[in-house]
């Protein structure tokens, strides 16, 4: 058998190349991440190379969806042999990715380039975008995206008139402000509030000799609730998804929504909404690609509401569910779980493609107990017309 | 110190951390850049930092953020009290007083920030509970976390003479900004493996019959795949195993009403309380007896 292919790169390029891999990821690495990697990798002893793992683990997660992503990220590029039941690209063998070698050259490199000129590092990491660009071209980026179940597939998001994008956002910008209108009975410090906190101006005043020098105001404090958005992308919403989508996206910029899609399971797609480029459609198609068929959204709520928005389903939240309500998942449970989520105090909405209300067994029993505030439908921006009407 | 030795001297001071967690305090500390750790309520953030000033021997300042936190209470403030009787002092005699005088840092009351800042040895920061201050905190901190430095606007910047070891818990129930996360290392901790559990309370707690220990710890796992509305975290478990302790309890009792009281140890809401009522919880105690038993099957073919 023939020994794969070192690859030959600098070990500066090579850290460079695993960064372009995780922003394609969605992770947000920038020359601050990238820099810190090389110094983590010229720091680390080299019998502790195995340790870079969790090193850059630190310096490349910024949150727990990030967190938790990770050892499949590392460990299909730098040990894409362990990962098993996974398609690689064929035709081509990859070189070896080896951390202990990448350390050795990497440390050997700063050696020789008398260490300390810490102006010289940077300067060499600053050019790495370069490097990074370089790496891009030579991997088919949606690879991943390209089988049969796509939810979105032959659907643009070009397809779009600019004047119907401008429409969608004023709408969806008019329902995010009526969202965060909800006042709260508390009141917050406000340099420039309109009432005066008399009890602490007093008190504040004490240290200044009984002169009010620091006068306390406030002002009435709002929550800005939290919107989650799950949206259905399964075979039977293939014609809805695109547009729910296009709306969640919106909601993302409008207020900083998180922005779910389930069929099957259920995965967070917020990072790739956030940056408006063609290549969100295949990225999220990339995301859903192994799910399988069948709708589970019993299944994809209980994974919402106990991993992935466990701390942040509090009172002012809203949970809106984009689907038709065909569930596979036993009856009862769609109900139990969305009482499991009312119970944290969300209010949940659900939006639906079809004329009426969704009537499956599994909606049925949701309904009959007023879990659900609202059904409202949405296939068209007509429709987001009258919900703006409708909230504000 | 290598992260080795890091995570044996945390060890020597009662905190279990794994691999992961002391080449992350490794690295923070060579890099110099603040650790922001996330996880549930209950995990071991705040202690981690406790444990971290310990094993390095230097002091531990603590921030508490709250709604409502401002500079006065978490940088500086100006000791208006003292600025007052200076001037009445200085109205009766000859010497001019000047306003440099005024604000000097004999003036300045020192919060916990500056006190980090400007201490003359190095030192572990820890800022508890970010995502409890207002975003407008957050972006303060921010100069803070980036340039080791406090702008008093009197006085002119003041810049750390140690870089101290900055640790920030955050229970994740807002969205820190980005601006934030970037500055910081990070690293997420998740509830123990059985294992590890039982170590760390072996360690913290080493009057326990084992035996107690791992029934204990058990039920408390299998708790916690059960739908709470607060999942007991380690604290919970080293609280109520005290408790147990305590109450001379050698081993789970068959009658889980005995334990009532202990229980609140573990729940801490009144629907969790009302949801594991002392049917529920002897269910949980006879699940631990049939894995017992699995257990020792498996053991003995």
């Known amino acids: ?392 | 110190m290598n992260d080795d030795a890091l995570q044996r001297s945390l060890y020597l001071n009662g905190y279990l951390a794994d691999e992961a967690l002391a080449t992350t305090l490794w690295l923070a500390g060579q890099l110099e850049r603040p650790l922001l750790v996330e996880g549930d309520a209950g995990v071991g953030k705040t202690s981690l930092a406790t444990a971290l000033a310990k094993a390095r021997g230097q002091v531990l300042v603590r921030l508490q953020c709250h709604e409502g936190l401002d500079l006065s209470q978490a940088a500086y403030e100006w000791n208006y009290g003292r600025q007052l009787l200076a001037i009445r002092l200085h109205e009766g005699g000859t010497e001019q007083l000047r306003e440099a005088d005024l604000f000097s840092r004999e003036y300045l009351l020192e919060r916990p920030l500056l006190r980090a800042i400007s201490s003359d040895e190095p030192c572990v920061l820890l800022i508890d509970e970010i995502d409890r201050a207002d975003e407008a905190f957050e972006a303060f901190l921010l100069e803070v976390l980036a340039e080791y430095q406090i702008s008093v606007p009197e006085l002119g910047t003041l810049r750390a003479r140690h870089v101290p070891q900055v640790i920030l818990t955050s229970n994740g129930t807002r969205e820190l900004s980005d601006a934030l996360r970037r500055r910081c290392l990070y690293h997420f901790i998740d509830y123990p493996t059985l294992a590890r559990e039982v170590a760390i309370v072996q360690a913290l707690l080493p009057d326990v019959a084992a035996s107690l220990t791992h029934q204990a710890i058990e039920f408390v796992h299998r708790l916690r795949r059960e739908d709470l509305a607060k999942k007991p975290g380690i604290a919970e478990t080293l609280d109520w195993l005290r408790a147990l302790h305590s109450l001379e309890v050698e081993s789970l009792p068959e009658d889980p009403r005995a334990l009532s009281a202990a229980l609140s140890c573990l729940l801490k809401t009144r629907e969790d309380r009302f949801q594991f009522d002392a049917a529920r919880v002897r269910q949980l105690f006879e699940g631990r007896q049939a894995g017992v038993a699995e257990h020792h099957a498996a053991r003995a073919s």
């Open chain 1, 1 to 392: 058998m023939q020994p794969a292919p070192v690859d030959a790169r600098d070990p500066i390029e090579r850290i460079a190349g695993f960064a372009a891999t995780l922003r394609d990821h969605g992770l947000s690495i920038g020359i601050a991440e990238q820099l810190a990697m090389v110094r983590a990798a010229a720091a680390m002893p080299l019998e502790r190379a195995a340790h870079l793992d969790a090193a850059w683990r630190a310096i490349a997660c910024h949150d727990p969806r990030d967190w938790r992503r990770w050892p499949d990220l590392f460990s299909r590029y730098w040990y894409p042999n362990r990962t098993r039941g996974s398609t690689r690209l064929s035709g081509q063998t990859r070189a070896s990715r080896n951390l202990r070698q990448l350390v050795e050259e990497l440390q050997d490199r700063l050696a020789a380039q008398q260490p300390g000129t810490a102006r010289e590092r940077t300067m060499d990491t600053a050019q790495q975008p370069l490097a990074v660009d370089a790496d891009d071209a030579g991997v088919p980026r949606a690879n991943a995206g390209a089988s049969l179940s796509d939810p979105l597939h032959d659907r643009s998001m070009s397809q779009w008139l600019p004047q119907d994008l401008a429409q969608m956002e004023s709408l969806v910008d008019r329902i995010a402000r009526a969202l965060r209108r909800r006042l709260t009975r508390r009141w917050r410090d406000a340099p420039n509030g309109a009432r005066l906190d008399m009890r602490r101006t007093l008190r504040a005043s004490l240290r200044t000799g009984g002169l009010p020098v620091h006068p306390v105001w406030r002002t009435p404090r709002r929550v800005a609730p939290r919107l989650f958005m799950l949206v259905d992308v399964s075979r039977s919403m293939e014609t809805h998804a695109q547009f729910f989508l296009r709306v969640a996206r919106a909601f993302v910029t409008a207020m900083d929504a998180r922005v779910f899609v389930f069929h099957t399971r259920l995965a967070e797609i917020t990072p790739l909404l956030r940056s408006d480029s063609a290549t969100v459609q295949e990225k999220v198609n990339a995301v859903t690609a192994g799910f399988g068929g069948g709708t589970r959204i019993a299944t994809s709520l209980a994974d919402f509401r106990g991993v992935h928005a466990r701390a942040q389903l509090t009172r002012p939240s809203q949970v809106w569910v984009l689907s038709d309500g065909f569930d596979a998942d036993p009856p009862h449970r769609l109900a139990e779980e969305l009482r499991a989520v009312r119970r944290r105090g969300a209010r949940i909405a659900w939006l639906h493609p079809s004329p009426n209300a969704p009537v499956s067994e599994a909606m049925r029993a949701a309904t009959a107990d007023g879990l659900v505030e609202r059904f409202h439908r949405l296939d068209s921006l007509a429709d987001l017309a009258k919900l703006a009407d409708l909230v504000s």
